[in-house]
T-cell receptor, first 112, second 113 residues
Framework: EPEVTQTPSHQVTQMGQEVILRCVPISNHLYFYWYRQILGQKVEFLVSFYNNEISEKSEIFDDQFSVERPDGSNFTLKIRSTKLEDSAMYFC??????????FGAGTRLSVL | AQSVTQPDIHITVSEGASLELRCNYSYGATPYLFWYVQSPGQGLQLLLKYFSGDTLVQGIKGFEAEFKRSQSSFNLRKPSVHWSDAAEYFCAVGVGGSYIPTFGRGTSLIVHP
């Protein structure tokens, strides 16, 4: 069964450093998403991406965040200058028809 | 804006017992409703969804959920729990025009042998 793949599974970084979280969505999907889950809190929507541009974003997704689909398979989330409060599990999801999103296993980001 | 409440942080059941996980939503119209499960080290897997029609929906792994408009609820049920059902369960609501689900805090299911 096709699945969404995220790498790395765990990323440790120093405060102020840039990180790139990588995702390979399901191959024929057109809609892509990033979510985050701070430990003990809800899963929160960050951004959705369609047709090579952002279609929706939450208030969390500020100028420190960016997304890119650099080639036909990868979908990345970049955090330019990480803060302690960026520590969370980041989930990528993709969707073929917008109705159902398929999630990856997540990347745990630890900012020290 | 819509919101989702999962009143139980933890639920403990014995293997073979029945299960009901509660979910209440707040939204003025009929929302799209979802239940996801997250096993340790795994992503969120869709168990079932409600968009319209029959208010009792069947999902994977023997789960079902019932949409009750009068109670603004979408509770998840399973008649007989297996040890492999131990996981985190998330209820989510989406609204028309945006398919971005708003998630509840999750309910952690513990299954005793």
């Amino acid at each position: 069964e096709p699945e969404v793949t995220q790498t790395p599974s765990h990323q440790v970084t120093q405060m102020g450093q840039e990180v790139i979280l990588r995702c390979v969505p399901i191959s024929n999907h057109l809609y892509f998403y990033w979510y985050r889950q701070i430990l003990g809190q809800k899963v929160e929507f960050l951004v959705s991406f369609y047709n090579n541009e952002i279609s929706e974003k939450s208030e969390i997704f500020d100028d420190q965040f960016s997304v890119e689909r650099p080639d036909g398979s990868n979908f990345t989330l970049k955090i330019r200058s990480t803060k302690l409060e960026d520590s969370a599990m980041y989930f990528c999801a993709s969707s073929g028809d917008r109705n159902i999103q398929y999630f990856g296993a997540g990347t745990r980001l630890s900012v020290l | 804006a819509q919101s989702v409440t999962q009143p139980d942080i933890h639920i403990t059941v014995s293997e073979g017992a029945s299960l009901e996980l509660r979910c209440n939503y707040s939204y003025g119209a009929t929302p799209y409703l979802f239940w996801y499960v997250q096993s340790p080290g795994q992503g969120l897997q869709l168990l079932l969804k409600y968009f319209s029609g029959d208010t009792l929906v069947q999902g994977i792994k023997g789960f079902e959920a019932e949409f009750k408009r009068s109670q603004s609820s979408f509770n998840l049920r399973k008649p007989s729990v297996h040890w492999s059902d131990a996981a985190e369960y998330f209820c989510a609501v989406g609204v028309g025009g945006s398919y971005i689900p708003t998630f509840g805090r999750g309910t952690s299911l513990i299954v005793h042998p």
